[in-house]
């Protein structure tokens, strides 16, 4: 199975504050990458869909990199709305398998 | 509007069974493969099963393998989940979620469904 090892797990963070997230495959995966926002008690929400295309309706802070086994999820400045976990998933191969998770936390 | 609504969730007996359904809408389910992710209480997101748009082609998780059954009813626009045998470790809410071509991969997502399995 692909392993995706997301870090951090957890991170504190100031509004207005840039954030990176980075996703490491244990093999290459292409593009084959998805990362997703997650709120308490909701649904995780696509934000980032072949590794950089910005999901619709998703605002432009909001940024991807990456292909082969490294991939980066950008928040160029964080907004109170932007506290949640994030995910990455990878679907290049079955079995499917998400990240950890990152948990964005206030400073 | 797109939609995907589970239901079918509740409390059940280690040993136990449930079937879960994920009511499809706004767009043509035909067109579009399936899965299920569950989340246990706490955790992260594990995907469970993945079936494609007429059925021919079926994936599993090796935790539900020989326990969870997929199947769909594109008449009725309809995705189920047969879960047999269930263990303590099932416990979670189950999300099910649309993806189709290379990269169109879970989006959107239901609002999940509650599964506890506990004596």
């Known amino acids: 199975d692909i392993q995706m090892t997301q870090s951090p797990s957890a991170m504190s963070a100031s509004v207005g504050d840039r954030v990176s997230i980075t996703c490491r495959a244990s093999?290459?995966?292409?593009?084959?990458l998805a990362w997703f926002q997650q709120k308490p008690g909701k649904a995780p929400k696509r934000l980032i869909y072949?590794?950089?295309t910005l999901q619709s309706g998703v605002p432009s802070r909001f940024s991807g990199s990456g292909s082969g086994t490294e991939f980066t999820l950008t928040i160029s400045s964080l907004q109170p709305e932007d506290f949640a976990t994030y995910y990455c998933?990878?679907?290049?191969?079955?079995?499917?398998?998400f990240g950890q998770g990152t948990k964005v936390e206030i400073k | 509007e797109v939609q995907l609504v589970e239901s079918g969730g509740g409390l059940v007996q280690p040993g136990g069974s449930l079937t879960l359904s994920c009511a499809a809408s706004?767009?043509?389910?035909?067109?579009?493969?399936m899965n299920w992710v569950r989340q246990a209480p706490g955790k992260g997101l594990q995907w469970v099963s993945y079936?494609?748009?007429?059925?021919?082609?079926?994936y599993y998780a090796d935790s539900v393998k020989g326990r969870f059954t997929i199947s769909r009813d594109n008449a009725r626009n309809s995705l189920y989940l047969q879960m047999n045998s269930l263990r303590d470790e099932d416990t979670a809410v189950y999300y099910c979620?649309?993806?189709?071509?290379?990269?169109?991969?879970?989006?959107?997502w239901g609002q999940g469904t509650l599964v506890t399995v506990s004596s």
């Open positions: 079936i494609s748009s007429s059925s021919s082609t079926i």
């Open positions: 979620a649309r993806a189709r071509g290379a990269y169109d991969w879970f989006d959107p």
């Open positions: 706004g767009f043509t389910f035909t067109t579009y493969s």
């Open positions: 072949a590794a950089s």
């Open positions: 998933l990878q679907h290049n191969f079955y079995p499917r398998t």
């Open positions: 093999q290459g995966i292409n593009n084959y």
